[in-house]
């Protein structure tokens, strides 16, 4: 990934939230029928900056986890909100009208080596982890349980999966918030994306 030193995004905190609120990673794969790309949510382990570990699963009838053997390496894909930012938005523009539009994003790529597992008490506990991180996110106090399910039931679903641990092997993170532009541009922005309903981006900009 090409990151200007100016949106070279080091703080640990940060790739973190950008990673847990966009949970939803693209892994990107590359097996005997090239290179592939599947949607699935992963939540970041033992992480201290570069090193850690991604947990997940896929359903059992995705050919994934056949198709690319436990030791592969693998790039997981995290983006957060983005926006457009036109010229219009800068109040340099009256005076000089030397703007261009661009685009702004925050993003993490991810490299590591992926484990596929089958162990039903490992995947309970992955998949118990992971419903306890978003449950409490969307329903708080009213987050729905794995015991809330027949047991029975349980088991059967956990066999219809195959779960994902990805050891981090390097971490790129990119945060382009308009860092290049006189403070007047970014607060403009920043306010400009606020108007718009894009509170989290505006805020980013704000802490960049």
Known sequence: MYIPDSFAEQRPHEIKRIISENALATLITLGPNGLDANQIPLELMEFDGQTGKLLGHIARANPLWQE????????AVFRAKDSYVSPNWYPSKQATHKVVPTWNYQVVNIRGKIEFFEDERRLRAIVGRLTRTNERKSEG????????????????????????????????????????????????????????????????????
């Open 68 to 75: 690319i053997s436990s030791g592969s390496e693998v790039l």
């Open 141 to 208: 106090k009213n987050a729905w349980r794995m015991a809330d399910a027949p047991q029975d039931f349980m088991s059967e679903r956990l066999q219809q999966i195959v779960g994902i641990e990805i050891t981090i092997s390097g971490v790129e993170a990119k945060s382009k918030l308009s860092q290049n532009r006189p403070e007047a541009d970014r607060q403009a922005v920043a306010n400009r994306l606020e108007d718009r309903g894009q509170a989290a981006l505006s805020q980013a900009i704000r802490d960049a």
